[in-house]
């Protein structure tokens, strides 16, 4: 992926509103950074980067020990917010995967 490719969110955000409902601003705003990461192409570069061994167009971005990002690239522009959340409870997630 490269950092001239753009990406714009086109699904969950429901889920990010229902997060932001409950989140404490300093999490809100480490979370849009990383979500401009996406939109950019740089989130590679910027966090570690898991991809799920189940579905190979989702990946977890690791923002915090307690905070994860699942995303899905839907096609060349496109992502979606599938899960914002605690590491602990991140869908499908396999700590034992190297980072992509």
Partial sequence: MSACTRFRLDTGIEALAAWADTA???????????????????VFHRYPVLQDTASPCQFFVMIRETLVLKVSFLDHDR?????IGPL?????????????
């Fill in 24 to 42: 404490r601003q300093a999490q809100k705003n480490v979370l849009y950074k990383a979500l401009f990461t996406v939109t950019d192409g740089t």
């Fill in 79 to 83: 992502f979606g917010i599938v899960y």
């Fill in 88 to 100: 602990d409870d991140a869908p499908g997630l396999d700590r034992s995967v190297e980072a992509a």
